[in-house]
């Protein structure tokens, strides 16, 4: 692989070197106006000046400031250094750097995928391509049917600049609570000359120990009113995980046993086997002690691939300006998965005739335990213990494509008329399925040591041997998201005149957008399972093999390296979930189609004029949107309870005021404030969902409600930004959301037969000898209302300075940093068993990011960090009976690249993404303190990505 990235790269190199002198016959281009990045031709009286050119990194900060400098709301920018040169490979990532943005990462390939803004879920903010609303989805959000939006499925160098708004414009898309990303793509005439831009990477990640070429190409050109652009990428990455899971929580025997269950899950240890040996602890210290859900390692490997294409053709004069853009890109997403652990859910001894390990018959014996005092973690020797080992194999792929006609004719000096129609559509398969194995009555020895990551197991019973394993079990599915969106937008705007000098400009239209969301999900575990038992456990111990499917993975000193599973030709070959998913597992409870169309009349205008010597600038404006939506989906009716066609259909209007502000209290010091109103619609997969239980594993159903209302929001924004110096910026800034009719979880404890679910709901954990689950189960039920109101609040502090007054080469030293703070928020208050209110935030109470970056000459050096405080888990917003407190570790990410000009048409470039390789997890506090914070003992869901290193070249021709 190294030999032929070589082979491409260096006859690339030395053609851009040679570039110059075999273009240097082409006068025919004609030269641009100079800008900030080109300055215009020397002149005699420059020869005794010096002249000072800001590029690279330094010019896309400086390019973004001036655009958050001129706006009279809150907006900041990420601009590209060059055309088809963004500043970093994932648009997610730069934005951030932008204070009040917190980056989620997609957990298999550890690229940044969603924003949250000021701590708000994903779904709060709305993302526009060109203007037009826009929604894609990808890997493990697939079947979601969320509004947020994943910048994983685009290539950075797709995009010449991004603008994002925290508040609110008439003009803007409304739905956005946190606010509005505007992605907007290159067109020729954004630099109008003849360009040929490329790039080409090695990327090699320090986990798979895997390389892979990436690549980019882009075209532009212009002659006279007419210009052309097209741009393709390609990049490919494999990643590595390895970690420990708990999957979902620790518990213990005393809450474990207790109806309906208190914790996460249920278990007893069965103390009156005859080999039960406490030791020194009494029968309440060990019921007590905590045990995880389930105590096994986790290893994974993705590869990914992403292919993008960006287009433009573009005619432009001095009154008109007419432009067709399109866009395509294709994520494909292949993973496989391997698993191995003991179960210790819904574990329990009662019967004593039973097979051991049978349902009944499975409560761990405790013969040499250990508490320990500090954690209250339960470790040792344990009998009737149970092994699962899953080889678990997905296939995702995302498609998206965009097209819109855009044009502006300037009327007249002060008036200008503009529209936009355009159409996207995104279609996000999964197919996914997992073969597990299990082992019955061994005897294990468990201990986390000081390293919960990697903790330790082992057993007297062989893990590699095939004859160990039996009750073989298959599960298939199958899941299709789609999103269509259509939008038409007229607008005009006319400047004016008013008394007293002041002037104002104004902007109205009207725009009518629809969208339509369907999800498609099926389930072909039953045929699998039928399939698997036509196999028998004979045949399937014959495909078994101790060679692991994934290379490379870390397990830690105490951890077997190797057990019984298959590999992924041998699971493809038998149990492909595309053939098994087929068309007749169609789950009805699960699957809809929701289409919602939008009819919008906006007015605003921006005013501007003298106050007491000083600048002020005003918008104020008006937006009416009325929404009807209309849901397909299936319902269970008759006394059969089958699953019928249902249509349901509904309509609201909001009227969404918005004032903003700048004042020039100096040349250097502005001053603004904003208030607006704006809302966020509900997620469309619980509004139009029925009542499921999305694991069938697990005892947690979920119910959708048709008739949640859109979350408003009334906004509050006051800042304080100093311009100091070119380039430089000190700001602070204060926020506060009023949030009503917000989507809220209820979870209760109901009984299987009121959900009206068949048996099959729930899986063989569940189900007694003839495949019934007992109607009189708990179930915790998960349903949505509005609430009440509540209060967001916090601050946020940005700088951003280049020092170019240090001597040289000093002077090519910048730095930026942003901070956000959240004061406590959560929707459900979080009570102890004392009945003790403890102060959770379901968002991070701060974040923080910071870059010092380095330019001089040819070289050119960045180094970053971004930081996100704990929060709490979304899955467990309240005490669940344990005392527990599920907390999502805070993690940053350091980042750096180094890149060196041989000239403009050759650049080195080094980039290093996660080099803190930083460990991702989850842990558990006990909320009364008693057995310490848990933060570095109690964890799951601990993995480690590695850190990733991309060696490439890329230049201009």
Known sequence: ????????????????????????????????????????????????????????????????????????????????????????????????????????????????????????????????????????????????????????????????????????????????????????????????????????????????????????????????????????????????????????????????????????????????????????????????????????????????????????????????????????????????????????????????????????????????????????????????TTYNAGAAYTKDETKFGYSALNASWKASPRLTLSGQASLNQSTATSATGTLSGYIYGATSTIDYGSDHVYPSISSPTSYTDPNSWSGFTISSGWTKETDKGKQVRTAADLDYDLPGGWTGHLKTGLSYVATIKGVNKRNGTALATAKLNSIGAAGLRNAMTSTLPINNLDFGAGWPHSWATWNSSYFYSQFDPNVYSNESTFQPSQSFAAEEDVSTAFAQSDFKGQVFGHELRLNAGLRFSKTETKIDNFKQKGTSLVYSPNHEQGSYSNVLPALSSAFDVTDDLIWRASWGKTITRASLSIIAAQTVIPNQFDTTATSGNPSLRPQQSKNLDTSLEWYFKPGSLLSAALFQKKLTDATVANTRVVTFGSLGLPDTALGPLFQDASGHVDPNLPITLKSYTNAGEQTLKGYELAYQQAFSFLPAPW??????????????????????????????????????????????????????????????????????????????????????????????????????????????????????GKFGSGKKTRMDYAKYDGRTIKFGIRGKL
Do not use: C
């Not at 990808?138 to 290539?155: C, E, L, M, Q």
């Not at 609570?177 to 000359?193: A, H, I, M, S």
């Not at 039960?276 to 994974?300: C, E, H, K, M």
């Not at 004061?823 to 009945?835: D, I, L, Q």
């Open 1 to 384: 692989m190294k030999k032929k990235i070589l082979e491409t790269m260096v006859p690339l190199a030395l053609a851009a070197m040679y570039a110059p002198a075999a273009l240097a016959q082409d006068t025919t281009t004609p030269q641009p106006a100079s800008t900030a990045t080109e300055p215009p031709p020397a002149t005699a009286d420059d020869a005794a000046s010096t002249t000072v050119v800001v590029t690279g990194f330094r010019s896309s900060l400086q390019k973004a400031l001036n655009l958050k400098q001129q706006a009279i709301g809150v907006r900041d920018s990420i601009v590209a250094e060059d055309i088809g040169k963004f500043p970093e490979a994932n648009v997610a990532e730069s934005l951030q750097r932008v204070p009040g943005v917190i980056l989620n990462r997609d957990e298999s390939s550890g690229e940044g995928q969603r924003i949250s803004i000021r701590g708000l879920p994903t779904e709060y903010s709305v993302t526009t391509l060109n203007g037009a609303p826009v929604n894609t989805t990808s890997t493990s959000t697939i079947g979601s049917a969320a509004r947020g939006f994943n910048y994983d499925v685009f290539a950075s160098e797709l995009f010449g600049r991004v603008d994002f708004y925290k508040t609110p414009l008439a003009e803007l898309t409304e739905g956005g609570l946190g606010g509005v990303v505007d992605l907007q793509t290159p067109r020729p005439f954004d630099n109008p000359k003849r360009t040929i831009r490329y790039g080409l990477t090695d990327t090699y990640n320090t986990a798979s120990k895997h390389n892979d070429p990436n690549g980019f190409v882009l075209y532009s050109n212009t002659w006279d009113n007419l210009g052309f652009l097209i741009g393709a990428s390609h990049t490919g990455s494999i990643n590595t995980r390895s970690g420990f899971e708990a999957t979902g929580g620790y518990n213990s025997s005393a809450n474990g046993s207790a109806s309906p269950v208190r914790g996460n899950f249920a278990l007893a240890l069965d103390f009156d086997s005859p080999l039960a040996n406490l030791g020194g602890y009494t029968r309440d210290q060990v019921a007590n002690a905590l045990l995880p859900r389930i105590y096994r390692f986790y290893g994974s490997q993705n590869e990914r691939t992403r292919d993008g294409l960006v287009s433009s053709l573009q005619w432009k004069t001095a009154t008109l300006n007419v432009s067709l853009d399109s866009m395509y890109s294709k994520l494909e997403n292949t993973r496989a998965e391997t698993l191995f652990g003991i179960l210790v859910r819904s574990t329990a001894t009662t019967n004593r005739n039973a097979a051991v390990g049978a349902s009944g018959n499975n409560g761990l014996i405790p013969l040499d335990v250990h508490i320990d005092p500090t954690t209250n973690l339960l470790t040792g020797t344990f009998g009737n």
């Open 811 to 928: 002077s090519g030293l910048g730095a930026l940093a942003s901070y956000t703070h959240i004061n406590p928020f959560n929707s459900v208050p979080w009570v102890t068993n004392a009945g003790k209110t403890i102060d959770v935030n379901s968002v991070p109470k701060y974040a923080y990011s910071t870059t010092v970056y380095f330019e001089q000459g040819p070289l050119a050096m960045r180094l970053s960090w971004n930081y996100k405080d704990k929060y709490l888990h979304p899955d467990s917003p309240r005490n669940l009976g344990d005392d527990l407190i599920r907390w999502r570790a805070g993690r940053g990410y350091l980042d750096a690249n180094v890149s060196y000009k041989i000239n403009e048409n050759l650049e080195f470039r080094i980039d290093a993404l996660n080099l803190s390789n930083t460990l991702a997890y989850d842990y558990f506090e006990d909320a009364s």
